[in-house]
């Protein structure tokens, strides 16, 4: 479990012990003793690592040789959320981070991977 606070310090930014913990927290919902937990947790250290690319229900799934939907109900039964609120926690906190360090919403939101309103031609 260290390991994984080190990873989600340094990958996402979370300098918060209180945003820490709740990850952990979710993380320590699943059982340890399930045959199915070496998937979650690989699932979720590869949404940890490649949150910013945004990956899809499919390509996480795969990565832990499930179906979609089977991966989608083991990993909401496990985590207690889906894949994607999952994902989408992890990119607002590193957005909230980068919101700070670059006083721009858009610039900040560009390095999180978000896609942005293009600008209206004149």
Do not use: W
């Not at 990958?11 to 340890?32: D, F, Q, V």
């Not at 980068?98 to 721009?104: D, F, G, L, V």
């Amino acid at each position: 479990m260290p390991q994984l606070k080190v990873i989600l310090s340094a990958r996402i930014g979370l300098k918060e012990p209180s945003a820490t913990r709740n990850i952990i927290a979710l993380i320590l919902r699943m059982s340890s003793d399930h045959i199915n937990y070496p998937r979650i947790e690989q699932a979720i250290g590869f949404l940890t690592c490649h949150f910013l690319e945004q990956p899809s229900l499919e390509e996480v799934a795969a990565r832990v040789e499930l179906s979609p939907f089977h991966f989608q109900r083991l990993f909401v039964e496990r985590v207690g959320l889906s894949p994607k609120k999952f994902r989408k926690y992890l990119t607002a906190y590193y957005l909230k981070g980068k919101i700070r360090e670059t006083q721009s919403v858009l610039e900040a939101a560009d390095l999180a991977g978000l896609s942005s309103q293009p600008s209206p031609s004149t």
